[in-house]
C-alpha cells in the first residue's frame, strides 16, 4: 500500500491550523484550500479580488512545482468565493493558467465568509507524474 505523505513548501503559506499544505496520495497530490497569503509576509495583501485570485494561483502553482507538476497536471478544482459577482475577473486569471487542451473539472461556490476575511480559496487536486 503507498504510504501517505504530507507536503509542505517555505514557497507558499504555512498551514494555519492542524492541515498539510498538501498530501501525496498514490497517484494524487490533494492540495489544501489556498487563501490569497503572501508566503513572504504572511499576510493577506491585497484587497480585491484581481490581487488575491492572483495570489492564490501563486501558492497553488508554488505547491504543484513542490512535486514536479504543473497546472496541466490538476484534474479538479474547487473555488470558494465571497461574491461570485466578482467570479469573471477570476474566471479571467484562471483561464491563464489553465489554458491547456484539458481543464479540469471544477465548481465554484459563493460562501458568507473565509479564513482571514479573503475574498477566494482555492483547492485542486492533481494527477502525480509516473
Known amino acids: ?30 492540495v489544501s484550500g489556498q487563501l490569497p497569503i ?19 494561483l501563486i501558492n497553488i502553482e ?8 504543473d497546472f496541466t497536471d490538476v484534474v479538479r478544482v474547487e473555488v470558494f468565493m465571497k461574491n461570485l459577482s466578482d467570479f469573471g475577473i477570476l474566471n ?7 489554458a491547456h487542451d484539458t481543464p479540469p473539472a471544477r465548481q465554484t461556490v459563493e460562501v458568507s465568509r473565509l479564513p482571514l476575511d479573503a ?3 482555492i483547492s485542486c487536486i492533481a494527477r502525480l507524474r509516473r
Open 1 to 30: 500500500m503507498p504510504q501517505i505523505q504530507s507536503l509542505k513548501t517555505d514557497n507558499a503559506p504555512k498551514a494555519i491550523g492542524p492541515y498539510s499544505q498538501a498530501i501525496q496520495d498514490g497517484t494524487y497530490l490533494f
Open 38 to 56: 503572501d508566503p513572504n509576509t504572511g499576510k493577506i495583501e491585497s484587497d480585491d479580488i484581481k490581487g488575491q485570485g492572483e495570489q492564490v
Open 62 to 69: 508554488a505547491i504543484l512545482r513542490e512535486v514536479g507538476l
Open 92 to 98: 479571467d486569471l484562471y483561464s491563464k493558467r489553465f
Open 119 to 121: 475574498l477566494v480559496e
